[in-house]
């Protein structure tokens, strides 16, 4: 870290993130670093916010229950049509942040919307369709700013930023309202048209300030997602069933109509999201993503409790369950962020389509809690578990190496190109295209001889002193092959590639993909001379 002198005067200061061997500088200047800080605060009020709508009993009081349950699941169906809008006219749109009316559209909804949830819960059963006509307004408004804040992460480095920013914002978002939440009814119905306003000009802010130090954190020229999205769908919507069913279960309204229960139970969420955060910034330099894991066991674990029951779970459910809920929150933006920060990919399509299946997995678990009535608790929620792992299991059988994986979502390098779901070297017919790695890399005459490339890779092993296997993955590396991709030819763990993978660039003096690519064409072109 070293502090350096701006072109303007101002006094800045640099990182050097160490990827496997490569320095990848990144500059801090005092507006990157308050755009960062505005992220994380925007992200933190806005979910605020969104906790204080969704379980508005909690926060306004008054209101009819019965009322506010249903104007929920209103809520749930116009966010999806909302949603399903924003997908359809994502090629059109292009970029949420580009078209402002939009948002200033949505800006002026979620006033509206926030004006009738007050009236509606202050009015009590008098004006029980201000609740619904608030739910309402509140998802027309919420929806496209949601999209809005993924595409924000196409300024924030996938190393470290994003991460910081995630976690810190649900962690914090959760004390906000937990805070909100216990304020008495003026100053808590204020405080939340705070955290609105908040939200939208720190959004705005953070954009401003953070594309001025934009970055481009992927490789140079396009860079295209290649595997599709749809595994990732799939664990989103089977994360949203489990939470939705219990989210009306009885023990967990029970304890959302006791302030000391729930205050205990959104203290333990805290708790949780902490740990996670920094079991999960540990786990990020070795390419690792926690936190879907993390959700799935949590899901789980509510979902067996309360079918276990038992007066002594009535907090332990919801305690697994929003701790659960608060990092699927995270989980969506660090699955997506890294490709929106490193690929071509068209962000509102990708968070609209996620969102989707967000909001589909809980409407299909607000018809399975309906079960309740015809089979009883205990049978609906086996059907709950059932249908929850039926699906999970049938799309990692059917998309398994089609598809990418939610639990190596972020294990991105810019060395290794390790993002599995990355074609950062278009190859066909083993020819690596130097139009799309950029001048200077391997042109198709390299590699374009089967036999001849093979020779070559011997020749190269026997003058660096390459291992039998460092010779088999370095043929799979200047083909361009994934890291991913590599393990599962070989049969081996991607841990045990990127070992190797190492070793090669050691003993080769390289540093990165590219130079791999020019340090075996010179080879060939010296005609096996070192």
């Known amino acids: 870290m070293g502090y350096r002198e701006g072109d303007d ?3 800045a200061y640099s990182r050097s993130l160490q990827l496997d061997g490569e320095a990848n500088a990144t500059h801090y200047s005092m507006n990157r670093i308050k755009g960062i800080l505005l992220a994380t605060a925007g992200m933190a009020l806005q979910w605020a916010a969104l906790h204080c709508i969704t379980f508005g009993d909690t926060v306004f009081g008054g209101g009819s229950a019965a009322a506010s349950g249903d104007a929920w699941l209103v809520n749930s169906i116009v966010t999806f049509a909302v949603f399903l809008a924003l997908f ?3 090629r059109r749109i292009g970029s949420l942040l580009a078209c402002r009316y939009v948002l200033y559209g949505a800006a002026a909804c979620l006033c509206a919307g926030a004006a009738l949830l007050v009236v509606g819960y202050t009015a009590g059963g008098i004006f029980e369709a201000a609740i619904y006509g608030g ?10 700013f949601i999209v809005a804040w993924g595409e924000v992460y196409r300024y924030l480095n996938p190393k470290g930023e994003q991460l910081f920013v995630t976690l810190v914002a649900v962690s914090v978002s959760v004390a906000l309202y937990m805070v909100e939440a216990s304020l008495p009814r003026g100053i808590s119905d204020a405080t939340f048209f705070l955290f609105l306003a908040g939200a939208v000009t720190c959004l705005f802010r953070s954009c401003w300030l953070l594309e001025a130090s934009r970055q481009s954190w992927g490789v140079r020229g396009e860079t295209h997602v290649r595997k599709s999205p749809l595994l990732l769908l799939v664990c989103i919507a089977v994360y949203s069933i489990p939470y939705n069913y219990l989210r009306g279960a009885g023990d967990v309204q029970a304890v959302l109509a006791n302030a000391g229960d729930w205050s205990c139970v959104l203290a333990v969420t805290v708790f949780v999201i902490v740990a996670v955060a920094l079991l999960e910034m540990a786990a990020e330099a070795r390419g690792l993503l926690l936190v879907p894991s993390f959700v799935l066991f949590f899901m789980s ?10 007066d002594e779970s009535l907090v332990l459910v919801p305690s697994l369950l929003y701790s659960g809920y608060y990092l699927f929150l995270a989980m969506v933006y660090l699955a997506l962020g890294p ?3 490193t690929t071509d990919a068209n962000p509102v399509r990708l968070f609209s389509c996620a969102m989707l299946a967000n909001v589909g997995g809980l409407l299909a678990g607000a018809f399975l809690g309906k079960l309740d009535g015809l089979v009883g608790e205990s049978a609906a929620a086996i059907a709950v578990l059932a249908v929850t792992y039926c699906i999970l299991f049938t799309g990692f059988a059917l998309l398994h190496g089609k598809s990418y994986s939610l639990f190596r979502i972020n294990s991105f390098h810019e060395d290794e190109y390790s993002f599995e779901f990355l074609d950062m070297a278009h190859v066909s017919d083993g020819a ?3 139009a799309e790695m950029g001048e200077g890399s391997v042109g198709p005459h390299a590699f374009s001889e089967p036999d001849l490339f093979s020779a070559l890779c011997d020749r190269v092993g026997d003058a660096y002193g390459l291992s039998g296997r460092e010779r088999e993955v370095l043929a799979e590396l200047v083909r361009g092959r994934t890291i991913a991709s590599i393990a599962e030819s070989l049969v081996l763990s991607e841990n045990t590639i990127k070992a190797h993978t190492k070793a090669i660039y050691r003993k080769l003096d390289v540093h990165s993909r590219e130079g791999l690519f020019e340090c075996v064409e010179q080879f ?5 001379g070192e």
């Open 432 to 434: 690596i295209d130097s």
């Open 88 to 90: 359809l006219g994502a």
């Open 9 to 11: 005067g101002s006094v």
């Open 301 to 310: 674990a509510a979902m067996i409790v309360h079918l276990l029951g038992g």
């Open 524 to 528: 060939g072109k010296r005609g096996g």
């Open 339 to 341: 490709i929106v920060a």
């Open 135 to 144: 739910n309402v307004l509140i998802a027309c408004g919420t929806t496209p």
